[in-house]
């Protein structure tokens, strides 16, 4: 059977489709607000249909519909029209109506499924509802069919808007991050040469004036310097995800062995004991995994105590991913600042006690939520801090991972 077009309200509808954030397409919405409905109706008995059509007219809709019985008639038309609302038999003498769900899927569109039917069990309805079916109606009490259209209306609607915001959302941060990267990268040649030049009047002109003078080039190199490693901080972090890279099994163990040499000069210094082991190999980018343990193992050697620092990384496997832990015995965090230690910028002390920019955690948090993880930190004050973050487990490869296995 072809295609039937019943027209009640003598609408003309053009497929009017509009990309949405993430390959989804919707149609221009019209029916809330003038009672105007673009109906694609899976239904192989005519009276059903008319039925459907006098609850819609009678609750003040103008319905038009156009009718299929087959996937690929469905399909067809989900292809070339544009439609508000789906209204699905669950079953069919070809087919079965909850598989226009996965069809509109399939074809990247958002338009609302309502089951019609006869009879649908309570287990039968909840289970269409799991599957992605806006809601279900049984055909002896068409009287809530319009509430529910409406209502399916509604949350698409609110799904657009969330669509919306989040792609205004990702453009925005993404004119953040080029804003970032473009005057971090621009100001570097000229904070060179400011802070240069004023080292080089420290060196020739130091002790040759006043006090006051030596005081004020003081602060001047002092400030130069600052702004350079801000900068540079700034660049780093704008850097972070800037481009895709092909995520590669990555071992776990050298990353953090090569965190270590890059901070062998500090280790020494303080004489700090890091141990780690056995760790997975993961799916990564392995310059931001470095870069990610490199940061973690640096705060946790200047954020040290009375006592040489004492670290330990490890790592334990879930169901779905590892769990990392970088634990020391250092000065710990009040738990009132366990969230805001991870904003850009954001410091706990001053510069005179500890240096640095306070973008490191920051990186962290950026390098983790781009693998698909999350980042936290368990302290008290006075008694050290375990930083926690997470990694898909899916893709991991190895002979820890192997071995895992069969431990567990």
């Known amino acids: 059977m072809s ?56 609750a003040g809709f103008s319905p038009e519909v156009d009718v299929v019985q087959t ?55 909840v289970e269409c509802i799991k599957q992605g079916a806006a809601d279900y109606v049984l055909k002896d009490n068409l009287a809530r069919l319009p509430e529910s259209v409406r209502r399916a209306l509604r949350e698409r609607k609110l799904r657009q808007e969330h669509r919306d915001f989040q792609e205004e959302l990702a453009r925005s941060n993404r004119d953040l991050e080029q804003f970032a990267y473009v005057a971090s990268h621009d100001l570097q040649e000229p904070l060179r040469m400011v802070a240069t030049y ?45 481009q895709g890279r092909e995520l590669k099994p990555t071992d776990c163990n050298q990353m953090v062995e090569s965190a270590l040499k890059n901070l062998q000069t500090a280790v020494e210094e303080t004489g700090a004991r890091v141990e780690h082991g056995p760790l997975p190999v993961v799916l990564a980018d392995g310059s931001q995994l470095l870069q990610l343990f490199q940061n973690l193992l640096s705060n946790a ?11 330990q990384v490890t790592a ?43 973008i490191g955690l920051s990186i962290c948090k950026k390098i983790v939520e781009q693998h698909r993880g999350r980042i936290w930190v368990e302290s008290q004050a006075g008694r050290g801090a375990t930083f926690k973050f997470t990694l898909p487990v899916q893709g991991t490869r190895g002979q820890y991972d192997q071995s895992d296995e069969k431990r567990n």
């Open 198 to 242: 004023t080292q080089l009047l420290a060196e020739r002109y130091q002790g040759k004036l006043d006090a006051s003078a030596d005081k004020y080039i003081h602060y001047a190199v002092d400030g130069a310097l600052r702004m350079q490693t801000l900068v540079q901080d700034l660049l780093a972090f704008s850097r972070v995800g800037r």
């Open 301 to 311: 050697i200047k954020f040290r105590g009375s006592d040489p620092p004492h670290i």
């Open 71 to 125: 996937m690929e008639e469905f399909t067809s038309q989900v292809r070339t029209n544009c439609y508000d609302v789906v209204l699905a038999d669950y079953n069919l003498p070809l087919w079965n109506g909850m598989e226009s769900i996965e069809v509109l899927r399939g074809e990247g569109l958002d338009i609302p499924v309502v089951m019609v039917s006869g009879s649908l069990g309570e287990l039968m309805a």
């Open 316 to 358: 334990q496997r879930k169901p779905a991913e590892w769990i990392f832990s970088v634990t020391d015995n250092g000065i710990g965090i009040a738990p009132e600042h366990a969230e805001v230690i991870f904003v850009i910028f954001k410091r706990l002390h001053t510069r005179t006690e500890y240096p640095g920019s306070g």
């Open 3 to 58: 295609s039937l077009r019943t027209d009640l309200g003598n609408r003309d509808c053009t497929a009017d489709l509009t990309p949405l954030a993430g390959g989804v397409l919707t149609c221009g919405l019209t029916e809330a607000t003038n009672g105007q409905l673009r109906i694609l109706v899976i239904e192989n008995e005519p009276a059903d249909v008319e039925l459907v059509m006098h609850a819609l007219q009678d």
